[in-house]
C-alpha cells in the first residue's frame, strides 16, 4: 500500500487538469519540515497542485514549526501537504503534527504528509499507521504516485466551500 488516508477518501476516477470539480479551489499551505533542505519536490508539487486549479503558498525548504503554524493562522488554508525528501519525514512529522493538533484554532485543517518517511528506503506501513493516528489526514510514501495525490485533492475539494 502507498497511501494510507483517514477516512478513506480515494478513487480511481480523474478529473485530470482542467480543475478542481464544481470549480471550487482551494487554498493550500505547501511546506518542507524543519530538517528538510531539498526544493525541487516543492516546486513540483506547487506546480502540480496550481494545475489542478488549487491556490498555493508554498513555505519552501527547512521550515520551523512555528513558522507553520503562524502562516495557518494567517493564510488560513483548506489544506496542508508536508513534503519531506531527507528521510525525517516520520520523525518531523510527529512533532509538527503534535503541535499543529495541540492548537485548537488550527487543530480542524486537513494535514496530509508525503514524501520519504523513513530512512531505510522503503515504506514502512507502521510509519504511515502512526501519522495517521497523530492526527494526519492522509499519508502519501515515496512509492505513491502524482496521480493518487491528485485523486485526494479532488475528493478534498468536494468537502470544501470553493
Known amino acids: 500500500m502507498t497511501v494510507a488516508v483517514r477516512p478513506a477518501t480515494s478513487s480511481p476516477d480523474r478529473v485530470g487538469p482542467a480543475g478542481p470539480p464544481d470549480g471550487r479551489r482551494m487554498r493550500v499551505l505547501l511546506t518542507s519540515t524543519a530538517s528538510d533542505a531539498h526544493t525541487w519536490n516543492l516546486v513540483f508539487l506547487q506546480l502540480l497542485i496550481e494545475e489542478l486549479g488549487h491556490r498555493v503558498r508554498n513555505l519552501g525548504c527547512c521550515v520551523p514549526t512555528g513558522t507553520v503554524l503562524s502562516e495557518m493562522a494567517t493564510y488560513r488554508p483548506d489544506l496542508v501537504v508536508v513534503s519531506s525528501v531527507n528521510g525525517h519525514g516520520h520523525t518531523d512529522g510527529l512533532r509538527?503534527?503534535?503541535?499543529?493538533?495541540?492548537?485548537?484554532?488550527?487543530?480542524?485543517?486537513?494535514?496530509?504528509?508525503?514524501?520519504?518517511l523513513g530512512i531505510d528506503g522503503s515504506p514502512d506501513a507502521a510509519q504511515s499507521r502512526a501519522l495517521l493516528e497523530a492526527g494526519f489526514t492522509a499519508v502519501f510514501d515515496d512509492q505513491a504516485s502524482a496521480r493518487e495525490l491528485e485523486t485526494y485533492l479532488n475528493h478534498s475539494t468536494s468537502a470544501v466551500g470553493g
Do not use: Y
Open 96 to 116: 509538527l503534527i503534535s503541535e499543529l493538533r495541540a492548537n485548537p484554532a488550527l487543530a480542524g485543517v486537513p494535514v496530509v504528509i508525503g514524501g520519504k
